[in-house]
């Protein structure tokens, strides 16, 4: 029937089915509706997979996930004027109200209403075949660009904001803990932006080798070696920046140690555990400074604008290739860390 469409939703702990839904229509006037032509599987969607949640957001069965989109606009609002049928787009799955004080302080990533696509609570994610979302978080892609590119906008702006919230990178020792998309998503921009020196690591061999051929200085495996003494004796002096995108405790123990005085380390990764804990004396007498990352801000543009001149080539970060009617498959493998996989890609 014209009025339904195939949804993949999460069923229970790792556990999904593919099952037939009502196709949504445009509620507002300045929304859009969008036929999906691709999707990435995200850490954060592997959490709602493996956990049922991610701190207070807990899921609620049957919940469709997803957040990483592209597609085609197949119909537009009355008040929609940025957008026409035939658009292709990368999706935002931010929906900010622009409206409290958050937003009009420029912070729309820490909007006091914020709707986020898959998100508990919030709005259903995109693994559907159909989704509406307002105007104002679709961004017109380039017909050079790929669906699949335009995907990969969305951790890469995570990454591109990190690197803005770091500060200046040029002539920078830094350290990215945790090469899966969004450490990758770290390295590809602070490259352009002349970082000195990069050390990686990584419990994944087959990414490590993936992080080398894009750029990095060093590698290494903590489950092979004794990262914090492999650095040190390479760079005495420590770190100016570690970006800890892994989510573990031990990541953060190490960056504490490998930080110089002064130093900056970038918490990016979403842990498993409710807190993290710091060694105080070294936190203390190094003065080390704490930057969470939330998400991005206002950065898909910047980065969308960075793939299409060719600046940065994401292609290497898409490793795996999924039927949509097969998506299990894909969250099966990206939960396991199986085959080396960096970015699955679920295709319409």
């Known amino acids: 029937m014209k009025n339904l469409m195939n949804s993949f939703v999460l069923t229970g702990i790792n556990r999904m089915e593919l099952i037939r ?171 352009t932006d002349g970082v000195s020196k990069v050390y990686i690591t990584d419990k994944i061999n087959r990414r490590l080798k993936v992080a080398q051929k894009c750029g990095a200085t060093w590698i290494g495996n903590p489950d092979e070696s004794d990262i914090v003494k492999d650095i040190s004796s390479k760079e005495p002096l420590l770190l100016d920046l570690i970006f800890e995108c892994c989510g573990q405790q031990e990541a953060v123990d190490q960056a504490i140690e490998l930080l110089k005085p002064g130093g900056k380390l970038l918490l990016i990764g979403i842990p498993e555990f ?22 991005q801000n206002e950065c898909t543009q910047v980065v969308l604008d960075l793939i299409s001149n060719k600046t940065l080539n994401v292609n290497p970060m898409i490793t795996h290739h999924f039927r949509f009617e097969n998506s299990d498959k894909a969250f099966e493998l990206v939960a396991g860390y199986k085959d080396g996989v960096m970015k699955a890609m679920i295709h319409f």
């Not at 592997?46 to 069965?61: A, C, M, R």
């Not at 197949?74 to 409290?100: H, N, Q, S, W």
């Not at 919030?122 to 017909?143: L, N, T």
């Not at 105080?280 to 990352?293: A, G, H, L, T």
């Open 21 to 191: 839904v009502p196709k949504p229509g445009i509620g507002n006037s300045k929304d859009v509706l969008i036929k999906m032509m691709a999707v990435g599987v995200c850490g954060s969607d592997i959490h709602y997979f493996t956990e049922g949640k991610i701190g207070s957001q807990v899921v609620k069965y049957p919940f469709p996930v997803g957040h990483e989109g592209s597609g085609i606009i197949e119909e537009v609002g009355e008040e929609v004027t940025y957008l026409k049928v035939g658009d292709r787009v990368a999706i935002d799955p931010a929906m900010p109200c622009f409206e409290c004080d958050q937003c009009k302080a420029g912070r729309f990533h820490t909007c006091r209403h914020l709707k986020f696509l898959g998100c508990p609570g919030q709005a259903d994610g995109c693994m559907s075949e159909y989704i509406v979302m307002p105007e104002r978080s679709c961004f017109k892609i380039a017909d050079w660009v790929s669906f699949e590119e335009a995907v990969i906008s969305e951790p890469l702006a995570i990454g591109y904001y990190a690197t803005r919230l770091a500060g200046t990178l040029k002539g920078k020792t830094i350290g990215i803990f945790g090469f899966g998309p969004i450490g990758m998503s770290v390295l590809l921009p602070a490259r």
């Open 274 to 295: 409710e807190r993290w804990s710091f060694s105080s004396d070294d936190f203390r007498r190094k003065e080390i400074i704490v930057q969470n990352v939330r998400r």
